[in-house]
């Protein structure tokens, strides 16, 4: 049995709203890092003009990742400036030029499945696609493990509360996700591939059905409204009842975002690179919720104003959903594709009390450790190491669940840091 | 605008402290109320004095002390207050009722292992052991007990507020004993009482599903088997037992990879 509960979800404020384009700012923010916050080194020259979609920075790492402009313009300089983590780093700043140039400018493909396996892992690594769940992991990696895919899951549970993105990206292009789908599975030979949602989201499971006759080999599965269902290997004990200790891939299992496979289809039809997103800007503290394009590099200061701005002065400001996010100090923060969302919440004081045993936190934490153990014992280097406390995904279930409000999320990570130490 | 940085996450369940605490205190009422309505005066009486004495006496130390005097803090307390009210044997000395509840309300306050089960179980133990006074009411009516008590247990379940793992376990057990002994009585109305408040309480008790499971049915077969008055103190010891058991298979759970 998948172990999580039914949580707070908050998502009909921002629900079955259309998609509001951001309009463009005068300056984009691009900042010089990629998967793992790995920093990336800068290749062009400040006062050069850069065309939209150019590569203007490469990870030197296995990943070789890119980072890409978002508009075209002039490199005005580069600067530390806070990114989404509340570090400081390197960040190109580009004025806009609103003319949106191209370097080379291909038209859409008719067929997107008229490519090689080969020619597809080159494309999704050249245009940067990566995962849109928040981890930012390269989908280019995933496809070119040389391991035969029997199954594709495509992930739009989106568990984390108040977001939306997801469902709107289903909900809006449903035929250009299965068309996508259906390319990767002609592309990759792959036997079968499932989206899976949360049996409450009935209009897209009614939309998606609509399609089914024409796509045999897709199919679509509903799994039960707990958090967190849709880290990727609670789903795939939810959809198969296995239990992956290592890599889902390993077994044949390739697990995408819904936003992902979305961006798949762009890079197949278009082939240029992904600068852009769709995110959820929600909580009570934001006059107008809603899901928004969002191109890379935009300021959340400037996306808040463009949507009516905040109701209050003083709260929250979450990157990524209450239950995994981190607060911002300040809004005069650039979005870059790990940002599926922001949420500006009350700062609700929660009164701190003891531990009064009562195991939630035991028999709820997906990855069966003890945070409460783990807390007691974090200054206690032997039992800790059988505690195993780097099993934690920080999913923040067992803080949520405390009656003592006791944060364990933290102490579990606090003690992940003391152990390597 | 002012963002204030914290640690995530920013959401929490409804279902706090006091609200497990409060929804233990709501579901006591019941059994009071027929605990008195058996005896009136009696009963009332001795519910006034236990609540006088302990409540107060425990609110006093607070004022020495210099602590905030706030409802919440006093939860404890009147879960006790209600607990011992329908378990105290009904012809016994107010005044000794008064002194000892003042004495172990001061013990409580300064030593926090003897939180409510642990003093229940130890005051259970004394009264029928050294009293040798039977705790049950003179106007017992199985019927209604069960009622009250089946409504209990939903409502604890539904809110979360014990661990419901180990109370189901031990009642199958004791019923199928109930069963085999052909006794339904006094006593199987006692256990239950006790398997809902003491036994399946938070504290002193295991926090893995599995062994919580085995901690009720090993309780099950200890009620079964032992004089009631042993059962106390058989209660004490394996949980001690389950609590050294229960650390281990959590470091047996972390070992395991996978979900």
């Known amino acids: 049995m998948v172990r999580g509960t039914k949580i707070i979800n908050n998502k009909n404020i921002s629900l079955n709203k259309s998609i509001n384009k951001i309009e463009m700012p005068d300056y984009v923010y691009i900042p010089l890092v990629t998967y793992n916050n790995k920093k990336c080194k800068f290749l062009g020259k400040i006062g050069n003009y850069v065309y939209k979609g150019e590569k203007l920075a490469t990870s030197n790492d296995k990943y070789d990742l890119g980072v890409y402009s978002s508009v075209s313009g002039f490199i005005r300089g580069i600067e530390k400036r806070i990114f989404i983590d509340n570090t400081l780093v390197d960040t190109i700043i580009i004025e806009n030029d609103f003319k949106e140039r191209e370097k080379a400018k291909k038209g859409a493909k008719k067929k997107i499945n008229n490519y090689t396996k080969e020619e597809v892992i080159t494309l999704l690594k050249n245009c940067g696609v990566i995962g849109m769940s928040g981890t930012g992991f390269p989908t280019y990696f995933k496809y070119g493990m040389d391991l035969k895919i029997k199954k594709l899951i495509i992930n739009a549970v989106e568990g984390e509360p108040y977001m939306t993105a997801d469902f709107s990206v289903l909900n809006s292009y449903t035929s250009e996700i299965l068309e996508a789908i259906d390319a990767l599975i002609e592309i990759f030979k792959i036997e079968e591939a499932i989206i899976v949602l949360k049996n409450y989201n009935q209009k897209a499971i009614s939309d998606l059905k609509e399609y089914m006759g024409s796509y045999t080999k897709i199919k679509v599965k509903t799994v039960k409204d707990i958090y967190p269902i849709g880290y990727e290997k609670s789903l795939i004990k939810a959809l198969f009842n296995i239990n992956i200790k290592t890599n889902p891939i390993e077994k044949g299992i390739l697990v995408n975002n819904i936003s992902t496979i979305y961006d798949i289809y762009k890079v197949l039809k278009y082939q240029k690179p992904i600068t852009e997103r769709i995110m959820t800007i929600s909580g009570e503290g934001i006059k107008k919720p809603q899901n928004v394009l969002v191109k890379e590099g935009v300021l959340i200061s400037e996306i808040i104003k463009q949507i009516g701005g905040y109701k209050f002065k003083k709260g929250l400001l979450v990157v990524n959903g209450p239950m995994i996010g981190k607060t911002l100090e300040t809004d005069n923060v650039a979005v870059t594709k790990q940002v599926f969302g922001i949420v500006f919440l009350k700062d609700v004081k929660c009164k701190i009390e003891d531990c009064i045993n009562c195991g939630k936190c035991v028999n709820i934490c997906p990855v069966r450790i003890s945070p409460i153990e783990i807390m007691k014992n974090k200054k206690n280097p032997s039992k800790l190491k059988k505690l195993k406390p780097e099993k934690c995904i920080k999913c923040g279930l067992c803080s949520y669940i405390c009656p003592s409000n006791i944060n364990l999320k933290e102490e579990v990570i606090e003690s992940i840091r003391v152990g390597g130490d | ?259």
């Open chain 2, 1 to 259: 605008m002012n963002f204030i940085l914290k640690q995530g996450p920013f959401l929490h369940s409804k279902n706090n402290k006091f609200n497990i605490e409060l929804t233990l205190l709501i579901t006591l009422i019941p059994f009071v109320i027929y605990k008195i309505s058996s005896n009136l005066i009696n009963n009332l009486l001795l519910f006034i004095i236990i609540l006088v004495s302990s409540l107060l006496t425990s609110i006093f130390i607070d004022y020495i002390k210099g602590n905030k005097i706030k409802i919440e803090n006093y939860m404890d307390d009147i879960i006790y207050i209600l607990i011992v009210s329908f378990i105290i044997p009904e012809n016994i000395s107010y005044l000794f009722i008064f002194l000892i509840n003042i004495l172990i309300s001061i013990i409580r306050k300064y030593i926090k292992f003897l939180n409510y089960p642990i003093v229940i179980g130890i005051i259970s133990f004394g009264f029928l052991d050294i009293f040798n006074k039977s705790i049950i009411l003179s106007n017992f009516n199985l019927y209604i007990f069960i009622i009250i008590s089946i409504i209990t247990i939903l409502v604890l379940i539904i809110n979360k507020s014990f661990k419901f793992r180990i109370a189901l376990a031990f009642i199958l057990l004791v019923t199928i004993g109930g069963f085999l002994k052909q006794d339904f009585g006094t006593n199987f109305m006692f256990l239950i009482f006790n398997s809902i408040y003491i036994i399946a309480s938070f504290k002193l008790t295991p926090n893995n599903a599995f062994i919580q499971i085995l901690y009720g049915l090993i309780l099950g077969v200890v009620a079964i088997f032992l004089p009631i008055f042993y059962f106390y103190i058989s209660i004490i010891l394996i949980s001690l037992i389950f609590i050294y058991v229960d650390k281990n298979y959590s470091y047996y759970l972390a070992l395991k990879k996978g979900i």
